[in-house]
C-alpha cells in the first residue's frame, strides 16, 4: 500500500482548472452541433455532410490523442494543451470557408487531431497521477469538461447564430477560447508529483502478466470495444437533440435549452456517479450506467412532445454520464501506471470513434429515412451489445475475486 497520499489540496486546484480548459475546448463542436442545420442549408441541405463534420472532429480528438498522449509525457502537459488551444482556434476559422472540405479540414485535423487531442487524452492522464484515494471523483470531474461545455454553450450559440450567422460564432469562440486556455495552462499545469513508494503487489509499475486471469490485451480490448459500442448511441442525441426538436415544430432556442438540460444533467451526476465508482469499482459504475442510457435511448422513440422529449433528456443525461471516466478508471485498477500514456489514449480513441460513427450514422440515416426513429432504434441496438461485453467482464471479475477468495 500507499506510505502516504499524494493528494492535496493543489491536487483538486489542478483538476478544477483542468475541467475549465476542457470545458473551453470541447466548446468548439456544439457550435456544429446547435448550427447543424443553417450550416446544412449553406452547404446543400444535407445533414450528413455535417454531422461527417463533427464525427470528423471527435474522430481526429481520438486518433490525435495517442500521439499527444506520449508527447505530453515526455514533454509535459502544458505544451499539449497551449497547441492544441490554437489548433482550435485555427480550425474554427478553416471551418467557416463555407465548403465541405474546409469543414472536414477544420473540424478533422485541427480542430481534433491537432487540437483536443492535446487537450483531451493527456488531461486524463495527468490529473490520474495527482490522486491515489479519490481517483475515480478526479476522473468523473474533468471528463465533465464536455458537458460543463454543453451546459453552458448551446443557448450561447443559438442566439450567437441567429444574430451574427455561425462564421462569426465559430471565429469569435476560437479567439475567446485561446484567451482563456493559453493563461491557465501556463500558470496552472504543473508537473505533476512524483508516485510514492509501493509496496509488493501494487500497481505503480509492475508488469501484470495476468489481468482478471486472462491475457492483459484481451481484456483492454474486450473494454476498448465496450467504450465503442456505448459511445455510438451516447452522440446521437448529442449531435441531434436541436434539429430533431425543429423537425417537430419545437424552437430552436427550446431545443437548445434542451441540449443544456442534457448535457447539465450529465455534469451534475457524474460527480455523484465518481463518488460511487470510488466505492463499487469502475466495471460495475460502466454496467449500471449503460443500462440506465439504454433505458432513456429508448425513450427517445417513444415521444414527441416538449415535456416528454426534456424528461427523456434529462434521463439520458443522468443514466450516460459515468462512462467514459469509469473505462479509464477499470484502466488505472487492471493495469500498472507505466501503460497510462498510452492505454487511456487508445481507450478514447475507441470512445471517440464511437462518438464520430454514432453522429454521422444519425445524419446518415436521417437522409435515408427523413426521420430520426430509425437512428435512434439503431442506437438502443448498439447499447444492448455493450451491456453484454460488460456484463461479461463483470461476471469475469467477480468470478476471479470468489476463486482468489
Known sequence: MYTHSIETRTSWVVAAFSLIVLGMGF??????????????????????VVSLGSALSWFGAAAGGILMGRIADRFGIRWTVIFGSVMICIGLIISTGGEPWQLYLGHGLFMGFLGNAGLN???????????????????????????????????????????YGWRWTMIAYGLFQVAVVIPVAAIYLKPPPEMPVVAAGGTGGETKLRVLGWNPNLVFGLLAFA???????????????????????ISATVGAAMLSVLLGAGLLSRQVWGWASDRIGGLLTALTSSALQGAAMT???????EVGLFTVSTAFGLGFSALIPAYVLVIRELFPMS???????????????????????????YDVYSFY??????????????????????IRQRTVKLAAA
Open 27 to 48: 466548446g468548439a463542436p456544439w457550435i456544429t452541433a446547435v448550427g447543424l442545420k443553417s450550416i446544412a442549408a449553406d452547404m446543400g441541405g444535407s445533414r450528413s
Open 121 to 163: 487524452a493527456p488531461l486524463y492522464v495527468y490529473v490520474s497521477r495527482w490522486f491515489d484515494r479519490r481517483r475515480g471523483s478526479a476522473l468523473a470531474l474533468i471528463s465533465s469538461g464536455g458537458y460543463l461545455a454543453g451546459f453552458v454553450w448551446p443557448t450561447i450559440f443559438e442566439r450567437a447564430i441567429a444574430n
Open 227 to 249: 467504450a465503442f459500442l456505448c459511445c455510438v448511441t451516447m452522440s446521437m442525441p448529442q449531435a441531434h437533440l436541436v434539429a430533431l426538436c425543429t423537425d417537430l415544430g
Open 299 to 305: 425513450g427517445f422513440l417513444f415521444t414527441q412532445d
Open 339 to 365: 501503460e497510462a500514456h498510452w492505454r487511456v489514449p487508445t481507450l478514447l480513441f475507441m470512445s471517440g470513434t464511437g462518438m464520430a460513427t454514432g453522429g454521422w450514422l444519425a445524419g446518415y440515416l
Open 373 to 394: 426513429a430509425p437512428a435512434f432504434a439503431a442506437g438502443v441496438a448498439f447499447n444492448l451489445a455493450n451491456l453484454s461485453v460488460l456484463s461479461f467482464l463483470v
